[in-house]
């Protein structure tokens, strides 16, 4: 395979994903980013000559189809797909709606499926990688997040079950379980307010052992690496990038 490499990052345009375009920009890639918004989206794009983009719903089969065809498009070719959209919501049981649950699964499951069964002609061709990014909380329990875990829980045994389904075709599929990351999320994502993120915040700092939240470049590390010559003898592996908060 040619050194530099066409990898697509969904959520591509903040905190986690946009620090991995980025890291794989600079290494001399082509990285095409999706996102729901058109200014983060822009502001990505400008950031690196190597990067391009458009404004995609991660749940939508229609967008996942223009994603891979825009890409195709550019560069002739996918060698890395990166799931790193996501979508969660501090849901209570008591508080849950058919819509509230079907918003969650349909990004962290449905999402990562339609995308890489829209890519995996072309992974197939180049003998790619998938990256799914997951969360300590898809192994670790927790109340107050049942939905957002459990989806998470399924990305990481769909990336286990990938693996072994994509194996005989030469492609790697690996995950990254991320741990409390300051990436805008508990303000974002999952809508509190910056009074209840600090509160937050706080509390998860004290539980993990390595004393402090992680921050983006922590898990476009190992996103970047898995995605490497480097692992090519690594897959459905789940790595968690996580300052030991699951052994907590």
Known sequence: MQSEKVVIVTGGS?????????????????????GRRPVPIEETIAEHANIAGMVADAASAEDATRTIARTVDLWGRVDALVNNAGAGAILPLADVTADRIRDIFSVNVLGPSLLASAALPHLTATRGTIVNVSSTFGHKPVAGLSHYAASKAA??????????????????????????????????????????????????????????????????????????????????????VDGGLGLA
């Open 14 to 34: 903040s905190g986690i994903g946009k620090a991995a375009a980025l890291r794989f920009a600079r290494e001399g890639n082509k990285v095409f980013v999706t």
């Open 155 to 240: 990305l990481e045994h769909l990336t286990r079950c990938w693996a072994l389904e994509l194996a005989p075709l030469g492609i790697r599929v690996n995950a990254v379980a991320a741990g409390p990351t300051e990436s805008g999320a508990l303000t974002g994502m999952m809508g509190l307010s910056p009074e209840q993120a600090a509160a937050i915040k706080e509390q998860e700092r004290a539980r993990i052992p390595l004393g402090r939240r992680g921050v983006p470049d922590d898990l476009a590390e190992w996103i970047v690496r898995l995605s490497s010559p480097a692992s090519e003898w690594m897959t459905g592996q789940v790595v968690a």
